[in-house]
């Protein structure tokens, strides 16, 4: 086991970060590495910035909606003006719901489209869980994704969500290499995830904490009607999954906070298919608004890279399986190019991924909050945060009913602080410093 910091201290707010992270490396033996963004989440048992892994243990502590995560790429041959006034244009679709709703048979046929570029792009994770074949993979996968769910995917495909959700158009301010970025072209950037589908996967597989956390009448009704709808939906599994039944107690009856799953057994084989399942759900989810986007404001561009930064996934390291998990972690993989975003309204950086091994190719997935949201609902407002987007020129539509004080700039960490330190960590190294010029918000 190990616990091994990719930051400085200094940077770790005073928030309790720090101590969940070390109990939970010392009660679970697992590997923990600490990223950059690092920062507690209210109610949550781990940190954001977080990277646990183990030789065959999935975490139910450290499960969440999965494939939330960032799509970016490069805009061509369009004006400032025209940028600005489209995004207007499109928030206006998203926010009065007319982008394009889907069939079920459109859902499941897109879901089998995707499967099938995953399962080849992702060989050793299919072969690990026992899917030779594509026909056996498919198979399962239509039994997972039942009738419920793809009426769920096909109400929220293309949807933004909420919370510190974006979709963002950026001018490059400043060039670090000049082999494909110039000062003054433009880029998109997307923080979006699996949406409805991703949160009924991991309720469906979870002990229910985060559902547990409210007390009232409400609340409690609420966990009582899903438990129900949980155990029929596992009772219907059982019927095609040899085993399964056996291991339902780790998430009816959890014995313990830092509860873990065999990966080698029915239920934990089953997880794992179902959260990379609801992860190609947000890779959907995301190419489905940049397509509305370009398509309905005729915007050429080019997509530079996908990463999500919440996942449970198998992967070979050093010629060993490891059990994954990344909470505010980007899994980069071998792609070329990342991103750096920084708070609405706040300078961010297109960096060159620099592929480390030891990091689990993986990087921060933004600068991460000195102050939770609920802190910065008290520190600020929703007028001084739309008015300091103003000062800077940036254009702001607002699609959801978040509140804006919780993305206020200063409760963030300064985006030159932390991409230093991702280059001192051999994380990451700037291409390009970019500056918002429209927002669109969940």
Not at 64 to 92: D, M, Q, R, Y
Not at 265 to 289: Q, V
Not at 360 to 375: L, P
Request: net charge neutral; hydrophobic share 35%.
């Amino acid at each position: 086991m190990s616990l091994r910091y990719l930051v400085d201290r200094k940077y770790i707010p005073n928030d309790s970060s720090s101590k969940i992270i070390e109990d939970f490396e010392k009660a679970t033996g697992a590997d923990v590495l600490v990223f950059p963004d690092v920062h507690m989440k209210k109610g949550a048992m781990i940190a954001n910035g977080m990277l646990v892994s183990s030789p065959n243990r999935i975490f139910l502590s450290c499960l969440g909606v999965e494939n939330c995560g960032f799509t970016f790429g490069k805009i061509e041959g369009a004006s400032e003006k025209e940028l600005v006034s489209g995004f207007e244009k499109f928030s206006n679709i998203l926010k009065k719901d007319k982008y394009k709703r889907y069939s079920e048979k459109q859902i499941r046929d897109l879901f089998d489209k995707y499967l099938l570029m995953d399962y080849k792009k992702n060989k050793f994770l299919y072969q690990f869980l026992g899917y030779g074949k594509w026909e056996e993979l498919l198979k399962e996968a239509h039994i997972i994704l039942n009738e419920h769910i793809l009426k769920v995917a096909a109400k929220s495909l293309c949807t933004l969500g909420g919370g510190n959700h974006f979709f963002e158009i950026h001018r490059i301010a400043e060039t670090f290499e000049t082999d494909y970025f110039r000062t003054g072209e433009y880029i998109y950037m997307l923080h979006s995830d699996s949406v409805a589908v991703g949160n009924i996967i991991y309720e469906l597989y979870s002990d229910l904490h985060e559902m547990n956390q409210s007390n009232s009448l409400r609340g409690r009704y609420q966990v009582s009607k899903f438990r129900i709808y949980q155990k029929l939906y596992f009772k219907n599994l059982g019927k095609y999954i040899a085993g399964l039944n056996s291991d339902l107690h780790y998430i009816f009856k959890p014995q313990d906070d830092y509860q873990a799953l065999d990966v080698k057994t029915p239920l934990g084989k089953n997880l794992l298919l179902a959260h990379n399942l609801s992860s190609i759900f947000g890779e959907m989810n995301r190419d489905a608004i940049i397509q509305t986007w370009a398509e309905s404001q005729s915007i050429n561009h080019t997509k530079l890279g996908s990463h999500s930064h919440d996942n449970v996934t198998a992967e070979l390291h050093e010629g060993s399986v490891r059990i994954v998990h990344r909470n505010g972690v980007q899994n980069l993989g071998t792609d070329k190019y990342c991103i750096l975003p920084g708070a609405m309204g706040n300078y961010s950086f297109l960096m060159k991924n620099a592929q480390n091994a030891d990091a689990y190719f993986s990087a921060n997935h933004g600068t991460g909050r000195m102050q939770d949201k609920h802190i910065a609902r008290g520190n600020f407002s929703e007028d001084i945060t739309i008015q300091e987007m103003k000062d800077r020129q940036v254009s702001l539509f607002r699609v959801g009913n978040g509140n804006l004080a919780e993305q206020n700039m200063h409760a963030f960490k300064d985006p030159a602080c932390i991409v230093e330190e991702m280059e001192n960590n051999n994380l990451a190294f700037r291409v390009a410093k970019t500056h918002p010029i429209a927002v669109i918000k969940g």
